[in-house]
């Protein structure tokens, strides 16, 4: 059973301008989910609310700006709404990185093999989807 996911896009924006779409609650919105309730920042426990698939509470662990956002949530599931840090979950990590004009966002998703077996599959396979959807939405929100 494979354990990390990873995408990458490279854009023609600053890592200034990605860092925002990624860790800015207002911005995040027009790639990811519909909305996000609670505080957006680091030891925070908000929501990410996706319409009619349902909400999921993350926890963000990390914010360096312009270079590194992470944060936790449970895979492949909505309806979450409890302490994430209490389940079985993965570690989310956006990685920035400039390179001669464009820059180089990566997405790593890590952590599948804490769930049971009979769903980790599933659940990889759910996201690793997810992942290329959603990273070609954000490239998509970058470039409009």
Same mark, same amino acid.
């Given at each position: ?5 990873? %995408?990458?896009?490279? !854009?023609?924006?600053?890592?200034? %301008? &990605? ?8 911005? !995040? ?12 920042? !680091? ?28 944060? %936790? ?7 979450? &709404?409890?302490? &994430?840090?209490? !389940? ?18 990566? &997405? ?28 070609? %939405? ?7």
């Amino acid at each position: 059973m494979q354990d990390i996911i990873e %995408r990458n896009i490279t !854009v023609k924006a600053p890592k200034e %301008r &990605v860092y925002s779409a990624i860790a800015d609650p207002t911005q !995040v919105t027009t790639w990811f989910p519909d909305a996000v309730e609670g505080k957006y920042e !680091v030891g925070e426990q908000p929501i990410f609310d996706f319409g009619t698939e349902g909400k999921s509470r993350i926890y963000i662990v990390d914010a360096k700006p312009f270079e590194y956002f992470s944060y %936790r949530w449970v895979a492949g599931e909505t309806g979450v &709404v409890d302490d &994430v840090t209490k !389940v079985a979950n993965t570690l989310v990590e956006f990685m920035i990185e400039e390179m001669g004009g464009e820059t180089k966002v990566t &997405v790593k998703e890590s952590g599948f093999s804490a769930y049971a077996a009979d769903v980790a599959q599933e659940k990889f396979d759910m996201n690793s989807g997810g992942w290329e959807y959603m990273m070609n %939405r954000l490239e998509k929100s970058l470039t409009d």
